[in-house]
């Protein structure tokens, strides 16, 4: 999973932050776009994701599941042949 730091925001007394100039365009987020926002277990912080991008993040991750549960088969039953 690539990892990139774009800046620091503030919250503002209305709770409103602004999304840093190069996020904003790295990922084509725009003006009255909605966003998903999730807590992660006791990570203190916020994630968001661009709500119209869901069902493919959802997707992707349904597929990777099911190439580690064929890779997690393949190991046991090689380490049954061992035994």
């Known amino acids: 999973m690539e990892r990139k730091f ?3 925001t503030t919250i503002s007394e209305r709770g409103q932050i602004v999304i840093p100039q190069e996020a ?3 990922l084509n987020l725009n003006p009255g776009e909605k966003l998903l926002v999730i807590k992660e277990g006791n990570f203190p912080g916020l994630i968001l994701i661009k709500v ?3 069902a493919e993040m959802l ?3 349904t597929r990777n599941l099911a190439e580690m549960e064929r890779l997690l088969a393949r ?3 090689e380490e049954e042949n061992r035994v």
Do not use: A, F, M, T
């Open 52 to 54: 119209d991008q869901i």
């Open 75 to 77: 190991i046991q039953k």
């Open 59 to 61: 997707s992707n991750i």
């Open 24 to 26: 904003r365009l790295e």
């Open 6 to 8: 774009y800046g620091i």
